[in-house]
């Protein structure tokens, strides 16, 4: 039986079925849509996912609409405030919070029998400065799934899927 070294990259249908699950609501995906850049504006919420040695693992880019939106949806905000929060591009910390939860139970898509366990290390906010470790690989060519998720009764925006 050969063991896994590496974190496995999840499939666009398994990202999906997550937010579905979590949000309770229908979740539609557009694969290739490109890549989420946390530094052009309004930014995006990013998820920093490591293993029990604390190596760097995977990175989530949830672009900020995209973040609003699954924040409102999971606590059942009425979806102007995810809407307000998207215009405004400013993400308040209930959505911010909400969404930071989600990135926490997204470990479980990177997690195999065969494979480092990963979890959620830190998340970070729009805006604000990632570490030249993160930062690095956010536009590198690794592997990677790039999609928009449209959140029934919501809205939508891009999320990318990184694994090193």
């Known amino acids: 039986m050969s063991t896994m070294t590496g974190t496995p990259l999840p499939s666009a249908p398994a990202v999906r079925e997550l937010f579905e699950g979590l949000l309770g609501r229908e979740v539609e995906a557009t694969i290739g849509t490109g890549a989420v850049n946390p530094g052009t504006a309004p930014g995006a919420v990013v998820g920093v996912y490591t293993d029990d040695r604390m190596a760097l693992r995977a990175i989530v880019l949830l672009e900020l609409s995209l973040a609003a939106h699954a924040g409102a949806a999971i606590a059942l905000i009425p979806v102007v405030q995810a809407e307000v929060a998207a215009d405004d591009g400013v993400l308040p910390d209930t959505l911010y919070e909400n969404v930071a939860e ?6 479980s898509v990177f997690n195999a029998d065969d494979a480092p366990h990963v979890k959620l290390y830190q998340s970070y906010r729009p805006g604000e ?5 993160v930062s690095k690989w956010v536009l590198a060519f690794v592997r990677r799934v790039d999609m928009e998720l449209s959140i029934s009764g919501y809205g939508k ?4 899927v990184l694994v090193l």
């Open 102 to 107: 989600v990135l926490n139970v997204a470990a």
């Open 157 to 160: 925006g891009r999320v990318s």
């Open 129 to 133: 400065q990632l570490p030249a470790d």
